[in-house]
């Protein structure tokens, strides 16, 4: 079946520029979560979906970043007024359901390679 | 100090070896620990997932968890060139929410 794919692959912008990515889970999978990767640092947790509501926002950076989730399904990442430290790797990852692991480990899909000039 | 601590390496061990990789942690209350695989300008994709202590083996992959001294280990046998990608230790607790807190991952050359 098909994994978590996000879109765009790659996304160049204008610092000031707000820009939306694209998530779409796994089928069936109710948990999805946002991710952010850094040159030199680890994944670091954003955002975590469970149906459309966000039980867990503690890792936006800031109020310039929200996200959504309609339909249980697509999730969509926006920065407002993106700036040079936007710069990174925005992944999704989806899960049959919330949890810890195992039946409820995380997928990854490709990310999103954002680039603010 | 970083919950997660991982070695960036770079590693490049010769084809055919065996492979140690590491995180040691802070948290206490981490029971689950996920090892991924992430080829250059891919997703990462899970490898091998243990809960609490104990060793898991899959193939030629062996995940060992010592929570007593807060480190995880991965370990390759009869490393090949295709294993050569950025291995990211994950955990989370069963507190709180599911998010996984990864380490900055350890990148990995097998040389033919």
């Known amino acids: 079946g098909a994994g978590v794919s996000q879109s765009p692959s790659n996304k160049v912008t204008e610092k000031g520029k707000d820009v939306e990515l694209r998530c779409d889970p796994i089928?069936?999978?109710?948990?999805l979560y946002w991710y952010r990767q850094s040159l030199g640092q680890g994944l670091e947790f954003l955002i975590y979906?469970?149906?459309?509501?966000?039980?867990?926002k503690s890792g936006l950076p800031s109020d310039r970043f929200s996200a959504e989730r309609t339909g249980g399904s697509v999730s969509t990442l926006t920065i407002q007024r993106t700036q040079q430290e936007d710069s990174a790797v925005y992944l999704c990852?989806?899960?049959?359901?919330?949890?810890?692991?195992?039946?409820?480990?995380?997928?990854f899909g490709p990310g999103t390679r954002l680039l603010v000039l | 100090q970083k919950e997660v601590e991982q070695d960036p390496g770079p590693l490049s061990v010769p084809e055919g070896a065996i492979v140690s990789l590491n995180c040691t942690y802070s948290?206490?209350?981490?029971?689950?620990f996920m090892w991924y695989r992430q080829y250059s300008r891919k997703g990462p994709e899970l490898l091998m997932y243990?809960?609490?202590?104990g060793n898991k083996e899959d193939g030629r992959f062996t995940a060992q968890v010592d929570k007593s001294s807060k480190y995880i280990s991965l370990f390759i046998r009869d490393s090949q060139p295709s294993d050569s990608a950025t291995y990211l230790c994950?955990?989370?607790?069963?507190?709180?929410?599911?998010?996984?807190?990864f380490g900055t991952g350890t990148r990995l050359k097998v040389l033919a």
């Open positions: 979906f469970q149906g459309n509501s966000a039980p867990d």
């Open positions: 990852a989806s899960s049959p359901r919330p949890g810890f692991g195992g039946q409820e480990t995380q997928y």
């Open positions: 243990t809960y609490s202590s």
């Open positions: 089928s069936g999978h109710t948990a």
């Open positions: 994950a955990m989370s607790s069963t507190s709180g929410t599911y998010k996984y807190i």
């Open positions: 948290n206490s209350a981490f029971q689950y």
